[in-house]
């Protein structure tokens, strides 16, 4: 497999003994501006090449790019399909796995040694446990003789893995469960069900070494949260009220999970369930407007103890991405739709990173789709708070700077409102004098206004680097001077 990627060159290092006249000659003073933040659209990315693609599951990996698991189908057959991306989205590479039939991936998990899939191969034949370098070359595969899907996948306290899905077809199957050693041997494989239609879709691994599995359950297996223990053996069970596809530990022990109920109006809303370490319910919450059905597909922990949903609402006629912040007691903070016109779009997973914001996965009609959530900051320095009349008006401050520069710049009216597919965007990008790309971000969909950024110079020599931002035709450029 050839991998494609861009590594950022060097600055230059000038001679501190014109800095004096550097910034005499070069840099007037900028006032500090007052700022007000709020979530926005960072960039979008889609992947695909085949007849339909969809991402499963995303996770952040040490360079602060991410890994994309999901599949992608063709002509003849459906295939595991990985993407590895820069921290800006962009494929280094991709990669397709599995046979003539149908093979899938829905949960990924970052690794020492790389990336391990969790997934199904020939059509439901088999769930398929897949170890993969960080290039993407296989390393081992193991199939477990279990016909059915492995939808989540976790690393246990012992170093091995536990995989959740559900075994047999769709009339009658169970909830699955297989616990493997580090190099994917299985170790005991359990089911729970009844008669009916059982499935589960997310596993979390206790404080105890249990396991704790979120999913539905039909006659004669009455449970949508089940926890077991070490082994496997049954030890307490949630009566359904809902249809749960995620699941998270919290940080006080207990579980949240998500996914969707039945409405008064007979609708399905997006339905979150949070239970101490016993099971208890400590609260219950619903969520959606929309007529037909919401559902959450995703949920994590927050680090200030909310929380970060992720799915869609919509009919069958369309699909709406949706997304959700709540607080630690599931009140609503804010949330974002992302729509497109007589189309579907919809998450499968969502994941806090680690500069803050959150990155989202999914599909955009034929595409998989990944999504950079953040906090782009306002900045409202016009007495009269009337809107910019023009693209630009860049201000860097403090400049010079030994670490941390403020960014702005103004979006003028006319400029698109926000709406998925527009090609309407804003990069910053910011070079050395050899014109060496140093940084870049992608910010798409701004309402007009007057908006900043903070970049972190502190890594980078003493020296003159050029600021652009840039909106279709339109460009600004000023120098920023690091001094240190």
């Known amino acids: 497999m050839v991998g494609y990627g861009r590594e950022n060159a060097r600055p230059v290092v000038i001679q501190l003994d014109i800095w004096v006249a550097l910034i005499v000659m070069l840099f007037p003073a900028f006032l500090p501006a007052r700022a007000a933040a709020e979530i926005d659209t960072l960039w979008t990315r889609r992947y695909g090449g085949g007849d339909f693609a969809v991402a499963r599951d995303v996770k ?7 890994i994309i698991a999901g599949y992608d189908r063709g002509p ?26 149908s093979d899938g991936a829905y949960s990924v998990q970052v690794v020492p040694l790389g990336y391990m899939v969790a997934g199904m191969t020939s059509g439901l034949d088999d769930v398929w446990l897949l170890m993969c370098d960080d290039s993407g070359d296989t390393i081992w595969t193991r199939t477990y003789g279990q016909q059915g899907e492995g939808y989540c996948l976790r690393r ?10 559900h075994s047999g077809l769709w009339l009658g199957s ?30 979390a691994v206790a404080d ?5 599995l979120a999913g539905f359950g039909g006659d004669g297996f009455y449970y949508d949260m089940i926890k077991v223990d070490s082994l496997g053996e049954f030890v307490w069970g949630i009566h359904p009220d809902g249809y749960f596809y995620a699941l998270d530990k919290t940080s006080d022990g207990g579980y949240i999970g998500a996914g969707t109920k039945e409405g008064v109006w007979g609708n399905f809303v997006l339905y979150l369930r949070k239970v101490d370490s016993d099971g208890s319910l400590q609260w219950q919450k619903s969520y959606g407007d929309s007529p037909d059905w919401s559902v959450a597909n995703s949920v994590r922990q927050t680090p200030d103890g909310g929380y970060i949903v992720a799915g869609y609402t919509g009919n069958w ?3 709406d991405l949706y997304v959700l912040k709540t607080d630690s007691l599931g009140n609503k903070e804010w949330d974002k739709s992302y ?3 007589y189309g579907h779009a919809g998450a499968y997973a969502v994941e806090p990173t680690s500069d803050g914001c959150y990155i989202v996965a999914g599909y955009i009609d034929d595409d998989a789709w990944l999504l950079k959530i953040g906090e782009i900051t306002s900045v409202e320095d016009d007495p009269d708070n009337s809107l910019p009349s023009s693209f630009g008006n860049l201000e860097i401050y403090p400049n010079p700077t030994n670490a941390i520069a403020k960014i702005s710049y103004t979006v003028p009216q006319g400029f698109p409102q926000q709406a998925v597919g527009h090609p309407g965007e804003v990069i910053l990008t910011i070079y050395n004098l050899l014109g060496q790309r140093m940084y870049e971000q992608t910010v798409m969909h701004q309402k007009p206004g007057r908006y900043s950024t903070s970049w972190d110079g502190s890594s980078y020599p003493s020296g003159i680097y050029l600021v652009r931002v840039k909106m279709g035709e339109l460009s600004e450029t000023k120098r920023l001077l690091i001094l240190k």
């Open 60 to 66: 952040q990996v040490a360079d602060g790019g991410f």
């Open 174 to 203: 169970d909830f699955l469960l297989i616990k493997t050693d580090p190099e994917g041997n299985m170790q005991w494989l359990r089911t729970y069900g009844g008669s009916d239609v059982d499935r589960a879709y997310a596993v």
């Open 76 to 101: 003849l057959a459906e295939d595991l399909y990985l993407v590895r991306t820069d921290p800006n989205g962009n494929s280094v590479w991709s990669g397709r796995y599995g046979g003539s039939g």
């Open 339 to 341: 729509s497109v016109s």
């Open 156 to 165: 246990t306290r012992d170093g091995g893995y536990v995989i959740a899905g």
């Open 208 to 212: 105890d070494g249990g396991y704790v």
């Open 317 to 319: 006629y369309y699909e």
